[in-house]
């Protein structure tokens, strides 16, 4: 019988197709994918060895220890958002609700205007693209982990609030509305 301790990642063993429009180059510690995207060059841990075989990728631990096997699957997943990163992009969109709010892309900058005095810029890192239709933004990037950030950089200018639920929230949250004070106020009337 096997302790939880001593089990291999579950997600760390399944192999990584290479689609034959990538090429992947693996260094010391490093592994660098390029495709018809842009490339990627990420470094990991000499205990976490990535290798190439028949058109697969295999991640593999050398060392039993606890903390690098906990890497095991964390580094197969970064190596599989690599992959797909350069061969097909990462999406993520985002919607303006709220009267007056607007979202306009100007050069590499998005410009917001949600409510304050002056609009609210946000500049594209390298290899990240902003398009804006009606209400919808959609942010485009080969870097999965670079186009959350930028996504959550995007939210945090005007979270939804709860009440009404105006914001800028991610295509598919649910904004969980709490009752105001007049439905609350209407409630204890009722009631007596």
């Known amino acids: 019988m096997l302790r939880f301790g001593r089990q291999m990642s579950k997600i760390g063993k399944i192999p990584i197709q290479i689609p034959e429009s990538v090429e992947v180059v693996i260094d010391e510690g490093g592994v660098v994918v390029k495709g018809s995207k842009g490339s990627l060059v990420r470094k990991f841990p000499r205990a976490v060895q990535v290798t190439k075989d028949d058109g697969k990728l295999v991640v593999s631990v050398k060392k039993k220890d606890k903390t690098i096997r906990a890497l095991h699957g964390t580094v197969r997943s970064i190596v599989a958002n690599m992959v797909k990163g350069v061969s097909e992009g990462w999406t993520k969109q985002m919607e303006l609700v709220g009267t007056g709010y607007r979202a306009a892309v100007e ?86």
């Open 107 to 192: 050069g590499n900058d998005l410009v917001l205007t949600v409510g304050f005095i002056r609009p609210v810029k946000i500049t594209a890192p390298s290899d990240t693209t902003f398009k804006v239709e009606k209400s919808t933004i959609t942010i485009s990037g080969i870097d999965k982990e670079v186009v959350g950030e930028v996504a959550a950089k995007i939210r945090a200018v005007r979270p939804p609030e709860p009440y009404q639920g105006k914001g800028i929230r991610y295509k598919d949250e649910i904004i969980k509305k709490k009752p105001g004070k007049a439905a609350k106020a209407g409630e204890g009337v009722q009631g007596s």
